[in-house]
């Protein structure tokens, strides 16, 4: 495969975001060649020609890269070369070859955002080395991931990892996929406004309010707080983690979510021979689904496609 | 290694039970030789004496099996050669050494009981060649076991699996492990009495009465059947299986519990594409632990040692 001359061989990243598209070039090594973030409006497949021009501007200056992953919202196909089921939003992108549309040489790995993210954090972020993890992206709704035994579960559809669709009150009302009183509607930002009685439409600023003392909105939070421990610890019996890690907007809130958390979840948490899971905040941040992609890239040239491996 | 004259080489499975311990024999084909079971009582380590006398007459008919797995209630160690934590039954089991115990030449691979059933269901059973795939055994209290991308989901302690213990009404009471509100407490056969308010026992009869139109019954029977529903949809969005295997004694109930928790399901599940979940009968009884015991010990020979593929 041609290189421009000069620059080493390198592995692309891309990740596909709800309003950014990020893009990151590294090495053999993992090392950060560069990376970009540019906005897009959800119009017209305006997304799809903008990652166009950043893979033809890289390969102009750095010749092709050796691999590229791709990480996007919605459910991967089972080939992993486009992203099969996406509803509602960036038209276009359901059954999209990457390969083809971008005319690389060689298959394109396309990951789920949240898969990627965690393949991200685990490669080189707050779940490094960590074989059983799982990351809960805390934002307008929740998102999440799983590494158990050392593979990234991804399950017949693709859609493994879904942890923010998992019941906490089964008499109360369905969200947005069916599930009754789920974890997403018990903390993420898009109940916020129902949660509080039309009092906060930001989680920021119900949590500065609770920490400057304001007794209702310290009750509503501890309370999201603790239906977010009483989530993660299901999801501890189920998974088995060594760590869990929290992403996205609200793990923002610091020691005013941790604090809380993991008081409330040692009430809770079944610790066989005295054995505890720690709670960790994710430290790529929006990068994580670009480190991701990349690190799939990687695998991809090391006999790890389809497999997905960490 | 040794074998009796004339007799082909074998793989044997152990299941130690609550009350009972299982045995199969099987060749490197699968198929079966033969198999045992016999009841024992919960005092000073009965159950390992009567193990070793079963193992010790299959040695004296057949010579040494090629490899031994062991099934057992509790978490098997990282090194699966012992259950690590067992707590309340069978004194004497954790941390106990099969290999030294039975003076075999190998290392036994120990597993958990219920990784154990599902592995033996995915080879022979309900489960048999799917990759994704978790069971729920529906008892005194339920167990449970997953397969996701072919892994048997293991964990950082032995634990994942843990499918009973998923919060359903988090405003609820703590089960044994500290969850509140649990799938266990909402079907399990340990809560009904308190469920029934004192009139039941046992599932069979709430059943029974249930089908002969008792409109308590009926109640109380919907009522637990939709919170499994509900329980195994939150599953679903974790583990994303293409069937879920229901074994254990409820599961006997046959179409009052499929029909009705399929209709439940059905209201709840999110189907992306168009496509939901098979929910099967288990198909081995109270076999699939041994059966999933000799296919570890199988497994073992090739290869897979400390993976638990299946």
Chains 1, 2 share one sequence.
Request: net charge negative; charged share 20%.
């Amino acid at each position: 495969m041609n290189t421009a001359s000069g620059t080493e061989p390198y592995f692309l990243g891309i990740d596909l975001g709800g309003s950014r598209i990020k893009t990151v070039a590294v090495n053999a090594v993992g090392q950060t060649l560069e990376q970009e973030s540019i906005p897009f409006e959800d119009r017209e497949m305006e997304w799809a020609g903008r990652i166009q021009e950043m893979v033809l501007d890289l390969r102009m200056r750095r010749g092709w890269p050796v691999a590229i992953g791709l990480s996007a919202p919605g459910l991967a196909a089972r080939d992993a070369r486009s992203i099969m089921h996406m509803p509602g939003r960036l038209r276009g992108l359901e059954g999209l070859d990457w390969q083809q549309y971008l005319g690389f040489p060689k298959p394109i790995f396309v990951l789920n955002d949240a898969h990627s993210a965690l393949l991200g954090e685990a490669w080189i972020g707050a779940a490094q080395g960590l074989e059983n993890v799982f990351m809960l992206t805390l934002g307008t709704g929740v998102g999440g991931a799983a590494i158990v035994d050392g593979h990234l579960l991804r399950g017949h559809l693709g859609r493994a990892g879904h942890l923010g669709h998992i019941t906490l009150d089964s008499s109360a009302k369905n969200d947005d996929v069916g599930t009754p009183g789920s974890l997403e509607m018990a903390i993420g930002n898009k109940t916020l406004r129902e949660r509080s009685q039309g009092r906060y439409t930001s989680t920021e600023a119900l949590v500065r309010d609770a920490r400057h003392g304001d007794l209702p909105a310290k009750a509503l939070w501890q309370d999201s707080v603790r239906s977010l421990a009483i989530g993660i610890n299901s999801l501890i019996n189920v998974l088995d983690p060594e760590a869990v890690i929290l992403g996205g907007g609200i793990a923002q809130a610091g020691p005013d979510l941790f604090e809380w958390l993991t008081e409330t979840l040692q009430r809770h948490e079944w610790c066989p021979a005295g054995l505890g899971v720690r709670i960790l905040p994710a430290s790529l941040g929006d990068l994580a689904g670009a480190y991701g992609a990349a690190r799939q890239a990687i695998l991809s040239q090391s006999g790890n496609v389809g497999t997905v491996s960490c």
